[in-house]
């Protein structure tokens, strides 16, 4: 981690990084967090081995492990995110894991990545520390830790939850989320998985659902290690390639419709929204079904 951080942080961001090595892997915490000093010795004394089972939190992705609790000596409600490469996947895919892990480390980057949005004031998670556990080759894990987001839970689930209740499936905030992800383009930020389980909306009174610029609703981001920023933007080349990462958000195509006007404002022209189409439906990606097929299969 160190070696990358070298070369992979900008000199903006150094100052709010405090890296360090320990005995099992190096560590890199948020300066200036709260409880800076019983966070590293947490680290250092290897407390997260001994993490409770019963914290653990229920992810469709198998690529982490996630756990909710409060972080001794300090008061936090932290999330710890681990990388791992899960003993469910076929053995070749455990390996690409490994090998990907040497030059991009996911822990790292999503720290790194959620310090960029804080700087441009993106709400997002706050990260605490993240750090490497290598006792040998074989065992290599990555962590994150930062706090927990009070939410009522993300966009997709919210979505789903309507749809069981009323057969509808209609996205919440719709409109704030294409201001959003609007702001995210025109800052020259990028995320590359636009889907709608990586944004948390908070408990209601929080200003979600107002579409006032004035007073922008806190609709967070979240699964930072997809988060980069783009050093050039060619207009006509980056709207297609933006337009095409919003088929990920998956809404209906009266949403599909709405989003995409709110997204381009007065840039809109049907010729967009017949371009979102495209890219949203299945002639766009027809190898998307023979993925499906092989992780149902397990080879995957």
Known sequence: MLAKLSFRI??????????????????????????????????RDRAFLDVDESNRIVTRNRRYRLYMFPIPSTGIDAVMKV???NPAYPKWRRLVIRLAEVFWDRSEAAFLGALTLLRAGV??????????????????????????IDAVGSVRDLKLQTQQSTGSPETPAVEPLAHLVRDLHQQG????????SNFLLPHPGDHVGQDDQNHPNPIYVIDTD??????????????????????????????????LRH??????????????????????????????????????
């Open 189 to 196: 930020l990028w995320h590359h998985d636009l889907s709608l």
């Open 263 to 300: 997204y381009l404002g007065s840039s809109y022209k049907r010729s967009w929204l017949l371009f979102y189409r495209f890219c949203s439906s299945q002639f766009s990606r027809p190898w998307r079904p023979l993925i499906r097929s092989l992780k149902r299969a397990g080879c995957w």
């Open 10 to 43: 900008k000199k903006t961001l150094s100052a709010d990084c405090v890296c360090k090595r320990y005995d099992h892997g190096t560590l890199l915490l948020r300066a200036g967090v709260e409880g800076q000093d019983e966070i590293e010795r947490y680290i």
């Open 123 to 148: 709400p997002t998670i706050k990260p605490i520390a993240c750090w490497t556990y290598e006792p040998s080759f074989a065992g290599r894990e990555s962590y994150l830790l930062y706090e927990k």
């Open 83 to 85: 990388s791992w490469d």
């Open 226 to 259: 997809g988060v980069s920023e783009r050093r050039f933007r060619w207009p006509l080349f980056s709207r297609i390639r933006e337009i095409n990462a919003l088929r990920r958000l998956n809404l209906t195509p009266i949403e599909g419709e709405r989003f």
